[in-house]
């Protein structure tokens, strides 16, 4: 079992950043690899990012390339999502995710936190 919080969230001008963290525990953080997902009102759940166990690898949905970096630090058992130059269609509840799989995780996970709401003004 692993349990996610996430923190960070907030209300953010558009053009401005915001740095997402979460917190695991349970079973050997590096086992598994780590994501972000996001929800905005009356849309379905959508992938943000991904990175791997080591974290050596990544990936991101194209909406996100270039402004969003996800990184983690196996020491602290945390992984983050930083985001910069926030657009309006980025307000959405974001969600940690981890599973087993890289490659799976793009498109399902084993666990998942309460998700942090983040709004970007226009």
């Known amino acids: 079992q692993v349990q996610l919080v996430e923190s960070g969230g907030g209300l953010v001008q558009a053009g401005g950043s915001l740095t997402l963290s979460c917190a695991a525990s349970g079973r050997t953080f590096s086992n598994y690899a780590m994501g972000w997902f996001r929800q905005a009102p009356g849309k379905e759940r959508e992938f943000v990012a991904s990175?791997?166990?080591?974290?050596?690898?990544?990936t991101y949905a194209d909406s996100v390339k270039g402004r969003f970096t996800i990184s983690r630090d196996n020491a602290k058992n945390m992984v983050y999502l930083q985001m910069n130059n926030l657009k309006p269609e980025d307000t959405a509840i974001y969600f940690c995710?981890?599973?087993?799989?890289?490659?799976?995780?793009?498109?399902?996970?084993?666990?998942w936190g309460q998700g942090t709401q983040v709004t970007v003004s226009s």
């Open positions: 995710v981890a599973d087993p799989s890289y490659l799976r995780l793009r498109t399902t996970y084993d666990y």
């Open positions: 990175i791997g166990g080591s974290g050596r690898i990544t």
